[in-house]
């Protein structure tokens, strides 16, 4: 068996691309500046790129899983190809969460299951409260990144802070070389 490998679990909108709210519509994605060539830098260094996202307007009725993977797709479109090596998604409402809504660990688990990640050597990037949590209960190292709702997120789960992704890409990747 291949030996583990590190990870960057990450949180998609509001962390990479735009968060209009309950995103449906695959015209309403917008990656953030930046997200592209700190994904490839990640991946060029040996981290697995993950995407771990909770999308509950499925279960409350404001998007089908036809549009959440018509966005997905048109998400992963604008990003270039290579860039994610993995999608976990959770469409539990907050009322009837399973633990792998974020703040449950249960989307990196499975990932690390699946994929052979070194939960001790990978992080986890996201604007909320619920996803430096799940990190945390993952065993993961959590940045909070200051976009979507990360402006008013407490950050006491968080063991960085960044303006950005590409800001806490560069983070990790220093980390890496100490």
């Given at each position: 068996?291949?030996?583990?490998?590190?990870?960057?679990?990450?949180?998609?909108?509001?962390?990479?691309?735009?968060?209009?709210?309950?995103?449906?519509?695959?015209?309403?994605?917008?990656?953030?500046?930046?997200?592209?060539?700190?994904?490839?830098?990640?991946?060029?260094?040996?981290?697995?790129?993950?995407?771990?996202?909770?999308?509950?307007?499925i279960a409350?009725?404001?998007?089908?899983?036809?549009?959440?993977?018509?966005?997905?797709a048109s998400?992963?479109?604008?990003?270039?190809?290579?860039?994610?090596?993995?999608?976990?998604?959770?469409?539990?409402?907050?009322?009837?969460?399973?633990?792998?809504?974020?703040?449950?660990?249960?989307?990196?688990?499975?990932?690390?299951?699946?994929l052979g990640?070194?939960?001790?050597?990978?992080?986890?990037?996201?604007?909320?409260?619920?996803?430096?949590?799940?990190?945390?209960?993952?065993?993961?190292?959590?940045?909070?990144?200051?976009?979507?709702?990360?402006?008013?997120?407490?950050?006491?789960?968080?063991?960085?802070?960044?303006?950005?992704?590409?800001?806490?890409?560069?983070?990790?990747?220093?980390?890496?070389?100490?």
């Amino acid at each position: 068996m291949p030996p583990f490998r590190p990870a960057v679990f990450l949180d998609r909108d509001g962390t990479l691309m735009d968060d209009t709210g309950y995103v449906g519509d695959p015209a309403e994605v917008r990656i953030f500046d930046g997200v592209p060539d700190a994904l490839a830098a990640l991946r060029a260094r040996g981290f697995l790129t993950v995407i771990v996202t909770n999308q509950s307007g499925i279960a409350r009725g404001k998007f089908s899983l036809a549009d959440f993977e018509a966005v997905h797709a048109s998400f992963l479109h604008l990003l270039g190809p290579g860039l994610i090596d993995a999608t976990y998604m959770c469409p539990d409402h907050p009322d009837t969460a399973t633990d792998r809504r974020k703040p449950g660990p249960g989307m990196l688990l499975e990932g690390a299951r699946d994929l052979g990640i070194d939960l001790a050597r990978s992080w986890m990037v996201g604007d909320r409260a619920g996803d430096l949590e799940a990190g945390r209960r993952a065993g993961v190292r959590s940045i909070l990144v200051r976009t979507g709702e990360g402006t008013g997120t407490d950050s006491s789960a968080a063991v960085h802070i960044a303006a950005d992704f590409p800001a806490a890409a560069k983070f990790i990747l220093e980390s890496a070389q100490s």
